[in-house]
């Protein structure tokens, strides 16, 4: 059974900085995109940012670009998120996803609030 | 790319079917096979339903199907029952780096 355990999140003050971990189980987690996808309070889905089976490729909203870091540890089966300068329209809740042509397993979710 | 476009809601009876649409573009849903559909209760992970326009992941029951046309996709479910209560969310490949995946606003269906 696939399955993605999720770990990190919580309160941040503006301009601060949080790293969410994600842990892959039940698939080889080494051969498949990962992504973060996000979910601001009583919104839609956003997707943020993917990363390459082998981590050389990263791609990330514009919105994050520069403020956010996805990466991987294949040996580990995990997968990063860091997150630098924080703001305000950064709180929302993260998931990371199993990238297949769509998403197909999530985990599930952690919190980040961004306020001071 | 904007976001892809959905109904606030939708309603249907027990037994009934109701239809949700998502309108896009000819740059991501018109264009891409790659269209899903997201079933979100409250408080939860979304949930695959439909990939690839009109695909069902393995346990989904068959009264969940897709379809699309032009830049607008859809999302059918017949004989509603009350666990099919939830949010529903589409989202469509773009091929933009910037903003690789987009998603609907979400539709919350009500079962009456």
């Known amino acids: 059974e696939v399955q993605m355990e999720q770990s990190g999140g919580g309160l941040v003050q503006p301009g601060g900085s949080l790293r969410l971990s994600c842990g892959g189980s039940?698939?080889?987690?080494?051969?498949?995109?990962m992504d973060w996808v996000r979910q601001a309070p009583g919104r839609g889905l956003e997707w943020v940012a993917n990363?390459?089976?082998?981590?050389?490729?990263?791609l990330y909203v514009a919105s994050v670009k520069g403020r956010f870091t996805i990466s991987r540890d294949n040996a580990k089966n995990s997968l990063d998120l860091q997150m630098y300068s924080l703001r305000a329209d950064d709180t929302a809740v993260y998931y990371c996803?199993?990238?297949?042509?769509?998403?197909?397993?999530w985990g599930q979710g952690t919190l980040v609030t961004v306020s001071p | 790319q904007s976001a892809l476009t959905q109904p606030p809601s939708a309603s249907g009876s027990v037994g009934q079917s109701v239809t949700i649409s998502c309108t896009g573009t000819?740059?991501?849903?018109?264009?891409?096979?790659?269209v899903s559909w997201y079933q979100q209760h409250p408080g939860k992970a979304p949930k695959l339903m439909i990939y690839?326009?009109?695909k069902r992941p393995s346990g989904v029951p068959d009264r969940f199907s897709g379809s699309k046309s032009g830049n607008t996709a859809s999302l059918t479910v017949s004989g509603l029952q009350a666990e099919d209560e939830a949010e529903y969310h589409c989202?469509?490949?773009?091929?933009?780096?910037?903003?690789?995946?987009?998603f609907g606003g979400g539709t919350r269906l009500t079962v009456l």
């Open positions: 690839e326009v009109t």
């Open positions: 996803a199993k990238e297949h042509e769509t998403f197909d397993s």
């Open positions: 039940g698939f080889t987690f080494g051969t498949y995109w």
């Open positions: 990363i390459s089976p082998d981590g050389t490729r990263k």
């Open positions: 989202s469509s490949y773009t091929g933009n780096d910037n903003n690789l995946w987009i």
């Open positions: 000819s740059s991501d849903v018109g264009r891409y096979k790659f």
